[in-house]
Every structure is written in structure tokens, then in C-alpha cells.
């Protein structure tokens, strides 16, 4: 049934959204109490979910007490300081609150027409952007859906500048009969990576993929020779070892001769923001980036920014210019993959407002110190740590292959934590990665304590 208009209508609307925000508090305010993960009987609850599709439209209240009552029992504590897994943060209060907003607004944030208030915050948000992470200035931002989805972007944009110096208009012409562009890239390059070259036409197999050293960095001797039909990926960050490409030795190597370099730098980016700064260094002589809000920023889902130094390359590739909806050149259509989209550069706009400089710097150092903090802890513990911790993410194994899983199971189940197994070098291992503003050292010594008491239960008799 649709929502009754009029006074009626509006009051019950203000109920349903002061029910649904309420419920929103509640969780909020258990965060840290509950099970990291769901309960297997949570989980089956969500069978309750199953219904088929109703003919007539069911009560709202009931509907939005349903996803609480259900859904929330189930959901994944990631927004809490126990969270280890993957790379995920939780969201910052401020940035959580500014969506908030943004949805009651519901602006199509396509175009500066549309909805002048977005256009402005998202281009104070840009030029905040390039400001902290030190890239150039006149650089094109689009606040992406994800990291993924910026890559596709970027490497689109690639595909047109590339093409265009080679005489090809790849817009207009297509990509059969094209001149062969070369892709050069890490083998340790993320699967959104390989994703994106996928969708874009460069079969994985033609790619010149670069062996990396110990720590998972792109070896600058094995890089092939480059020319200007040559596109170079490079990574800040690492997803197991958190490493960086040796940016410095790479670009004297390639910047002269590539035809486009790009950086995933979906989390690692923000070391340059930080006192880990010179592990970037370099970076800055690439042609586009991409970097993740809803990583290490910890602002809501769907957030990650593509950062394209040609404008006219990003504007040529990506444009929906439409009779009705003309470019304007960063209008936010034009620099991603969405037309219809939300505002997703408000939370980012007040998430850097809250934290200022010093903040964002302040998040990537305790969540570093923190990472080193654990390392040393399971190290006491009898765990190695594989990697170097670089920065916030710690790579373990136990005694074997064997102990490394049924330690990951064991935290898993015991809803105290939760982390993800990973395979390095071709041998189990898992990671943790401290990417939330809530973790505290507090939650790295239960961590560390859970752990080394998993590991002393394998050796005690049964
Ligand atoms: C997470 C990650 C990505 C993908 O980011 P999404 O926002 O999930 O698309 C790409 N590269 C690296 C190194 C990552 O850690």
C-alpha cells in the first residue's frame, strides 16, 4: 500500500523514522556487548526473511520491526572495535550522522543543477581530498562507489588516454581493431583489479604481471621496459603484508616512457596523510589513484574516491552528457561510473571536518600502533608473524597449517572477535587488520589473550 499523504500520512512517517532511528540508537549503543558474529541460531532466524512476496503491502512498523528484530540479531558487529576481518572500519559517529541528512534530502547528486547543495559539499570534500593525501591539486575527484568501481573508471580513463596518443578514439571507435594496449601490473594486484581489466577488455592473460619480493612489493628489476601504449598498476598497501610498491625506484624506472600509471591504494593511501608519509613517496608522479572512504576512513558504505590527474582524459572516458544534462566538467556524472547516485562524498566532506589533519593522521597512527602492538603480542605468544607490519595489517600463522585453521575457527565461533583466514605464499595464514576508530589497546590485549589461550588449548592434554 503507499504511504498515506496529508497531515495523516506525515505522521506517520515522523513515527516510522523516529522508530527506525531509536532502533538505530539501540544497536549504536550495544556496540562492544554483543557477539562479534552472529549465533548460528541468529542466523537461522534469518529464514524468517523468506516470505514470498506479499500481494497486498504489509504494515511499515511492522516491517521496520521486523529488520530490526531479525536483521540486527544477525548482523555482523564490523562497526565495533572487535572487528578484525578483512579490511573493514567501522564508521565514524559524524560521518554516520551526515548520511543521515543526506538521506532525508534524497538529491540525485548528478549534477550541480539538480541539487546545488551536494555539487557544493562534494567539491569542498574534493579539494579536501587532494589537500590531505598531498596529490595535484587540479586533479579530477569522484566519489565512487567503491575502490572497485573507481578502478574501473580510472582504468577506462587509462584505455581513452592511451588509445587517443596512438591515434585511436576508443569512444567512438571500439575496442576491436584496436591498437594493442599493454598492461603492467603486480602480481599481487587486488582482485578488483583483475576485475576491472577484465570488464574492460585487457584478458588476464595478456597482462605482463611483475614478480614481487618477500614482502609482497613489486620488484623494480623485473619490470619490463614501458612505452606510451603501456599501462602500469601499482599498489599502495598491500591487502595481506600492507607493503608498498617502492614508488621512488619504480617511477625512475617507468614515469618517463608509461603511457598511464595508476595506484590502488584503497587503504594504504592514507598512510600519506600520516606520519608513514615516506612510504608513499613517489606516488605523486602517478596519473590516477584510488583510495577508500569505507576502509580507513571509517565512513559509511558505499564510499571510496578515484582521483584522475587529466581531467579531459577522465571527462572523455566517463561523460553522460544526455539533451537534458550537459558536462560541466566535475559535474560528478561525468568523473564515475553513476548517473542517478547519492551524495557519497557528504560523509567523506564531514568525516575530514571532524577530524581535521591531525585526526586523519591521529586514526592511521593508533590503528599502525596498534598493529604493531598485536604483532608483538602473538609473537610472545609463540605465533610468527609474516609480515613486517608496515602499517595495520598483521600476517600470522601458527605451528601448521592445520593449528593456523583451527585457530581461525576457534576465534571465529567464540563471538569475542572476529578475523578472516587468508593463503600467503601458497600456505594458510590469516590476517588482522585494524582499521576502526574504536579499536582500543584494550580490545588488542583480549585479542592477543584469546589467541594465546587458543594456542595453549592445543597443547594441553585431552
Ligand atoms: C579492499 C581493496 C580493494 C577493493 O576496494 P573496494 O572498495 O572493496 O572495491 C582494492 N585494493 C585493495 C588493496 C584493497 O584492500
Given at each position: 500500500m503507499l504511504p498515506s499523504r496529508g497531515d495523516a500520512g506525515r505522521a506517520?512517517?515522523?513515527?516510522?523514522?523516529?522508530?527506525?532511528?531509536?532502533?538505530?540508537?539501540?544497536?549504536?549503543?550495544?556496540?562492544?556487548?554483543?557477539?562479534?558474529?552472529?549465533?548460528?541460531?541468529?542466523?537461522?532466524?534469518?529464514?524468517?526473511?523468506?516470505?514470498?512476496?506479499?500481494?497486498?503491502?504489509?504494515?511499515?512498523?511492522?516491517?521496520?520491526?521486523?529488520?530490526?528484530?531479525?536483521?540486527?540479531?544477525?548482523?555482523?558487529?564490523?562497526?565495533?572495535?572487535?572487528?578484525?576481518?578483512?579490511?573493514?572500519?567501522?564508521?565514524?559517529?559524524?560521518?554516520?550522522?551526515?548520511d543521515r541528512i543526506a538521506l532525508a534530502w534524497d538529491n540525485s547528486a548528478s549534477a550541480p543543477l539538480g541539487s546545488p547543495a551536494t555539487a557544493a559539499i562534494e567539491s569542498v570534500a574534493a579539494?579536501?581530498?587532494?589537500?590531505?593525501?598531498?596529490?595535484?591539486?587540479?586533479?579530477?575527484?569522484?566519489?565512487?562507489?567503491?575502490?572497485?568501481?573507481?578502478?574501473?573508471?580510472?582504468?577506462?580513463?587509462?584505455?581513452?588516454?592511451?588509445?587517443?596518443?596512438?591515434?585511436?578514439?576508443?569512444?567512438?571507435?571500439?575496442?576491436?581493431?584496436?591498437?594493442?594496449?599493454?598492461?603492467?601490473?603486480?602480481?599481487?594486484?587486488?582482485?578488483?583489479?583483475?576485475?576491472?581489466?577484465?570488464?574492460?577488455?585487457?584478458?588476464?592473460?595478456?597482462?605482463?604481471?611483475?614478480?614481487?619480493?618477500?614482502?609482497?612489493?613489486?620488484?623494480?628489476?623485473?619490470?619490463?621496459?614501458?612505452?606510451?601504449?603501456?599501462?602500469?598498476?601499482?599498489?599502495?598497501?598491500?591487502?595481506?603484508?600492507?607493503?608498498?610498491d617502492p614508488f621512488d625506484e619504480v617511477m625512475s624506472r617507468v614515469r618517463a616512457d608509461a603511457g598511464w600509471i595508476h595506484v590502488d591504494g584503497a587503504f594504504g593511501l592514507w598512510a600519506r596523510a600520516s606520519r608513514h608519509r615516506a612510504l608513499t613517496s613517489g606516488i605523486e608522479l602517478a596519473d590516477s589513484w584510488t583510495v577508500d572512504g569505507h576502509k580507513w576512513l571509517n565512513t559509511p558504505y558505499d564510499s571510496a574516491v578515484t582521483i584522475i590527474r587529466d581531467r579531459d582524459a577522465a571527462a572523455s572516458a566517463l561523460h553522460s552528457d544526455a539533451a537534458y544534462s550537459t558536462s560541466t566538467g566535475d559535474a560528478q556524472k561525468d568523473l564515475t561510473l553513476e548517473f542517478s547516485r547519492r551524495a557519497r562524498g557528504i560523509p567523506i566532506w564531514a568525516a575530514l571536518r571532524t577530524l581535521g589533519r591531525d585526526g586523519v593522521a591521529e586514526l592511521v597512527e593508533n590503528a599502525t600502533d596498534t598493529a604493531t602492538r598485536i604483532a608483538a603480542g602473538l609473537r610472545s605468544a609463540g605465533y610468527t608473524v609474516v609480515n613486517r607490519v608496515v602499517l595495520n595489517q598483521v600476517l600470522v600463522r601458527a605451528g601448521s597449517p592445520e593449528e593456523t585453521q583451527r585457530i581461525v575457527a576457534a576465534a571465529q565461533a567464540s563471538g569475542a572477535t572476529w578475523f578472516g583466514a587468508t593463503v600467503w605464499r601458497g600456505e594458510p595464514a590469516f590476517r588482522i587488520s585494524v582499521s576502526s576508530w574504536r579499536t582500543r589497546p584494550e580490545d588488542a590485549d583480549a585479542l592477543v589473550e584469546l589467541l594465546r589461550s587458543l594456542r595453549d588449548g592445543e597443547t594441553r592434554p585431552r
Open positions: 506517520e512517517e515522523l513515527a516510522l523514522l523516529r522508530d527506525a532511528d531509536r532502533r538505530a540508537r539501540d544497536y549504536v549503543e550495544r556496540i562492544g556487548t554483543r557477539a562479534v558474529y552472529p549465533a548460528p541460531e541468529d542466523v537461522a532466524a534469518l529464514a524468517g526473511f523468506d516470505e514470498s512476496l506479499p500481494q497486498h503491502g504489509q504494515d511499515a512498523a511492522a516491517t521496520i520491526s521486523m529488520l530490526d528484530e531479525l536483521g540486527s540479531a544477525a548482523a555482523v558487529e564490523s562497526n565495533g572495535g572487535r572487528y578484525f576481518g578483512y579490511v573493514v572500519g567501522a564508521t565514524l559517529p559524524a560521518a554516520a550522522a551526515a579539494r579536501w581530498m587532494l589537500d590531505v593525501l598531498d596529490l595535484p591539486r587540479d586533479s579530477a575527484v569522484g566519489f565512487s562507489t567503491s575502490a572497485g568501481a573507481g578502478t574501473v573508471a580510472a582504468l577506462a580513463s587509462a584505455r581513452q588516454h592511451v588509445l587517443a596518443t596512438l591515434g585511436w578514439d576508443v569512444s567512438r571507435d571500439g575496442l576491436f581493431g584496436a591498437p594493442r594496449v599493454r598492461v603492467v601490473a603486480s602480481e599481487l594486484a587486488h582482485v578488483v583489479v583483475r576485475k576491472a581489466l577484465r570488464v574492460l577488455g585487457f584478458g588476464l592473460d595478456t597482462v605482463e604481471w611483475v614478480t614481487t619480493d618477500e614482502h609482497g612489493r613489486i620488484d623494480p628489476a623485473s619490470l619490463p621496459v614501458v612505452d606510451s601504449s603501456t599501462i602500469v598498476i601499482l599498489q599502495a598497501g598491500e591487502v595481506n603484508t600492507g607493503e608498498f
